[in-house]
């Protein structure tokens, strides 16, 4: 188990270095559609947003899978994913992520719902700018609650706990 906990951690730590260029990568796209008339620059915004919570999600896919050894199912698993990163579970780990980061992060989760589900030319450019702006404030949170899991990893992993 202990192995397990090191290799969780070691891919934390790579998924947020990826999820550091989707932030930056959305950013400067955004940028550019600020600049222009073009909705292409909007899809691709969106895009990038679907991407950036995706990557969290599967990080806690990983964790969920790995070191809770329970992942929820059925029509509502992405709610309750977070729900459950959000919790201490006694015994096995403290919780993932704050509750403000949990509240923060459900606004990407439905935007997710939302870039899947319709047309690129029906989303709302100002919702866009909204979760654009949000952006990296939200990965300053996401990569402090993560960066402290994993380090409770490595501790618990190396058998400093």
Do not use: C
Not at 57 to 85: C, S
């Amino acid at each position: 188990m202990k192995d397990t906990y090191l290799a969780v951690a070691g891919r934390v730590r790579q998924e947020l270095q990826e999820l550091t260029e989707v932030v930056e990568r959305t950013t400067n796209i955004w940028q550019r559609a600020s600049q222009s008339a073009d909705d292409y620059y909007v899809d691709a915004t969106a895009l990038n947003l679907h991407g950036f919570y995706a990557g969290v999600e599967r990080i806690f896919e990983i964790i969920a899978d790995r070191i809770d050894r329970a992942k929820p199912t059925g029509a509502y698993w992405h709610q309750e994913l977070l729900q459950q990163m959000a919790a201490e579970i006694p015994r096995v780990r403290p919780a993932v992520l704050s509750s403000e980061t949990r509240d923060k992060l459900d606004r990407y989760r439905g935007f997710r719902h939302v870039v899947r589900n319709v047309y690129t030319f029906n989303l709302d450019a100002e919702q866009v700018e909204v979760l654009v702006r949000q952006l990296q404030p939200t990965m300053d949170r996401v990569s402090h609650d993560l960066l402290e899991f994993a380090d409770f990893l490595e501790q618990v992993g190396s058998g400093e706990r």
